[in-house]
């Protein structure tokens, strides 16, 4: 099961399921919501933060790029 702190998981997991994404240009709101989408994802929506979404999104664009 996936956590908030799993941030590189996370952006791979985004990165096999919206492959046609730039994470460059998303918004925190769609992120987190994408991320509570997840399969197998089960961290708690009360602790995300804006320090986690955004190391999420660099994760993301790095995987990314």
Same mark, same amino acid.
């Given at each position: ?48 933060? *804006? ?11 790095? *995987?990314?790029?």
């Amino acid at each position: 099961m996936t956590q908030w702190n799993d941030i590189h998981a996370i952006a791979r997991a985004l990165a096999d399921a919206r492959p046609e994404q730039d994470p460059a240009r998303i918004n925190f709101v769609d992120l987190r919501n994408w991320i509570l989408s997840l399969p197998g994802f089960n961290g708690d929506p009360a602790h995300c933060g *804006e320090k986690i979404l955004e190391a999420v999104q660099q994760a993301w664009i790095d *995987e990314w790029s």
